[in-house]
């Protein structure tokens, strides 16, 4: 069992950057692949990053390429995803989530409750 909880999620301007981090629970987060994903009101929930247990394999969504970085510190047991030159459209709760497999698709086993991303032009 994995337990998830975001933090850094808050209300920017566009261009602006966040930070939001991810800590996991328990003593095999170096074992879990790690994603993020968002969530647009009155859209469907969306892949935007994943990173491998090692950190070496990463993946991003076309909409974010270039903008964002996802890292982690597994002594630490957390995920990062640096986002700069925030859009509108980047507007979302974000939400991480952890599996045994990296994946590009929903279907992780683990789920956080999410963080709030607010940007305003």
């Known amino acids: 069992q994995v337990q998830l909880v975001e933090s850094g999620g808050g209300s920017v301007q566009a261009g602006d950057s966040l930070r939001l981090s991810c800590a996991a629970s328990?003593?095999?987060?170096?074992?879990?692949?790690m994603g993020w994903f968002r969530q647009a009101p009155g859209k469907e929930r969306e892949f935007v990053s994943a990173?491998?247990?090692?950190?070496?394999?990463?993946y991003y969504a076309d909409s974010v390429k270039g903008r964002f970085t996802i890292s982690r510190d597994n002594a630490k047991n957390t995920v990062y995803l640096q986002m700069n030159s925030l859009k509108p459209e980047d507007t979302a709760v974000y939400y991480c989530?952890?599996?045994?497999?990296?994946?590009?698709?929903?279907?992780?086993?683990?789920w956080g409750q999410g963080t709030q991303v607010t940007v305003s032009s």
């Open positions: 989530a952890a599996d045994t497999q990296l994946r590009v698709g929903h279907n992780y086993a683990y």
């Open positions: 328990g003593r095999t987060f170096s074992s879990y692949a």
């Open positions: 990173i491998g247990w090692s950190g070496r394999t990463t």
